[in-house]
């Protein structure tokens, strides 16, 4: 699976949290079904886990810069939430 173009997809047909703060609160009020994490999250203990209160962590390889890149933001993005895949097939990543 092309991840960047999964994670657009589901950016423009989905509903998607972008940042640590938004994506813990999403967490934490039960509405994530993935949270996807870059190798430079500030969050130690979020890149140990591979699931998060039943929400599956998919650990993305590379900085928070290129997960933004990769979702077609200018700015970096640390982690983010996926509340509704849309019509991408994002949700179906095995989580590492």
């Known amino acids: 699976m092309d991840i960047a173009h999964a994670l657009k997809l589901a950016l423009s047909t989905g509903k998607v949290k972008m ?8 967490v934490k009020q039960k509405q994530a079904k ?3 994490v870059s190798s ?3 969050d130690e203990k979020l890149l140990a886990e591979k699931k998060l209160n039943g929400v ?3 650990h993305y390889e590379g ?3 290129e997960l933004g890149a ?3 933001k200018p ?4 982690t983010l939430a996926i509340l509704d895949a ?4 994002i949700l179906s990543l095995e989580t590492n």
């Open 19 to 26: 940042g640590l703060e938004e994506a813990l609160v999403t």
């Open 34 to 36: 993935l949270l996807v």
């Open 40 to 42: 430079t999250c500030p």
């Open 56 to 58: 599956p962590v998919y």
């Open 63 to 65: 900085t928070a810069s």
């Open 70 to 72: 990769a979702c077609g």
């Open 75 to 78: 700015f970096p993005i640390s």
């Open 86 to 89: 849309g019509s991408s097939a």
